[in-house]
Each structure stands twice: as structure tokens, then as C-alpha cells.
């Protein structure tokens, strides 16, 4: 399926549309202004390869995998407690 054939449920195309409209754009131009901001996995590791080597380069930060994995654990743990009612 192409993109062009996507359908977008009735209810949730009328709310975009009216987001578009309040920032004065047709839909369409909304949704590839949208898509623009949009990274593809690639580029947001490479994006977070260049945040580590720019972090690594500033304070010396260089944490292993492991470390790595811990952190993003905790980060997950987090979250799910803020997310929590």
C-alpha cells in the first residue's frame, strides 16, 4: 500500500485539519511539515553517536554498554512511574 491510499479515520483527519487551520495550513502542508520532523531510526542513532562523542569530547563521559543499559533501565523505571496515575 502506498502512502496516498492510507486512510485516516474520519474523526482524527477533522481534528488535524483543524490543528492545520490554526496555524494557517491545509492539511496536506501540516502532514509534510510534520513528516519533516519525523528522524527514521538511522538517523536518530547517528544523531545520538554524534550527542555521545560531543558528550565524551566535553566532560570525558564514556560509559560502557553495560553502563549504557543501567541507564536506560532507570530511565524506563521512571517513566513508567510518572506515567503512573
Known sequence: MSDANVRIPEEARDRLAAVAASEGL?????LARL?????????????????????????????????????????DRRLAQVQQP
Open 35 to 75: 513528516a519533516e520532523t519525523v528522524l527514521t531510526p538511522a538517523e536518530r542513532a547517528e544523531r545520538a553517536e554524534q550527542a555521545k562523542a560531543a558528550l565524551h569530547a566535553w566532560t570525558g563521559y564514556n560509559p560502557t554498554t553495560d553502563e549504557e543499559a543501567a541507564l536506560d533501565d532507570e530511565l
Open 26 to 30: 491545509s492539511l496536506r502542508a501540516y
